[in-house]
């Protein structure tokens, strides 16, 4: 027990050193208990002055919170922490086919659980969930701010878990958990998926990118891992939903389940003069340089040192 404390204390340590220390103050708490000022998130968002030019922080106590939640446009540097990441769950159920209102499907856009339009967006400690379950495309998070980060948080669903909407959009993951599917994580965002777990299920693709030509880096993954309990040899790091896709992993963990080509062109022949995927130093059964399709890349020491944050983001650093 001694030892399980400890590493609790170093772990929460070393989070503090690459990100500023939270506050311990709360401009807003939610509690679904009504002891604090709100009972549901979407009222705390809605609290939160438009175009406001400093960080509104948002404490959300332990509780599964059903919301279809929308950070607008407007909502600009809001920061959420959740008390456990574990306990503090946003959820919803919408899928792209569910009908809406008018008897019109949703579409993958209007499956999401949660919206994020607002600039300078921070999630920590908070579950992002879809609980629609294996019904086609089902969005647990959709990110479209520019700025938008999340520390050690989840993401959990099956097909088309997460959507990084916007190529203008920049985004960094650090220590988070991310499961699915089929494009469990798409869209045109440049992001960065640091020091996370990507969890695969059953069988797929863990990304579709849809980068556009003018994008450089698209997805990133460092020092992650690509775990899961999919069968071997059941999905491919990537394929591109529009032909300037992007997605590259460095220094990563690859599990079984990763075929030994790597890549899909998704039934196109041209995408592969377009896409590109490359990897440096992986690592684990899922690593086979050798067998990864020709027209994949494998980095060298030179040109992965393109890759640093400054590089991809255009000067933004997400950890400070």
């Known amino acids: 027990m001694k030892k399980i404390k400890l590493l609790l204390v170093l772990n929460c340590l070393m989070v503090s050193f690459v990100f500023a220390s939270s506050p311990t103050v709360y401009d807003i708490i939610v509690a679904a208990d009504g002891s604090g000022n709100y009972k549901t998130v979407q009222e705390a968002i809605n609290a939160v002055p438009d175009y406001r030019k400093v960080t509104t922080t948002i404490f959300i106590k332990n509780g599964v919170y059903k919301e279809k939640l929308n950070i607008a446009t407007s909502k600009q ?62 969005v647990a998070l959709f990110v479209a701010g520019d700025k938008a980060r999340f520390i050690n948080c989840r993401m959990l669903g099956f097909q088309d878990t997460l959507y990084t909407y916007g190529y203008a959009s920049r985004q960094y993951y650090y220590q988070c958990y991310i499961e699915g599917t089929v494009d469990f994580i798409f869209g045109s965002s440049t992001a960065v998926f640091d020091k996370c777990e990507i969890f695969c299920k059953k069988a797929g693709y863990i990304t579709a ?101 400054e590089e991809i983001f255009n000067g933004w650093n997400p950890k400070e």
């Open 77 to 138: 540097f809001i920061k959420m922490i959740g008390e456990n990441v574990a306990h503090t769950i946003l959820t919803y159920d919408d899928w792209a086919q569910k009908k809406n209102s008018f008897g019109e499907e949703k579409g993958t856009s209007g499956s999401s659980s949660v919206y994020i339009y607002g600039n300078s967006f921070t999630a920590e400690n908070i579950t992002f969930q879809n609980t629609a379950g294996p019904v086609g495309q089902a």
């Open 209 to 309: 990118s849809s980068s556009p030509d003018s994008s450089k880096y698209g997805y990133v993954f460092i020092n992650s891992k690509i775990t899961g309990d999919a069968t071997d040899n059941s999905f491919y790091l990537g394929r591109p939903w529009r032909p300037y896709a992007k997605s590259v992993f460095i220094n990563c963990y690859l599990g079984k389940m990763i075929k030994p080509e790597g890549w899909n062109n998704w039934g196109k022949e041209t995408n592969e003069k377009t896409a590109y995927y490359a990897e440096y130093n992986s690592q684990g059964p899922g690593a086979n340089a050798k067998a990864r399709v020709k027209w994949s890349h494998q980095l060298d020491e030179i040109t992965v040192k393109a890759y640093t944050m």
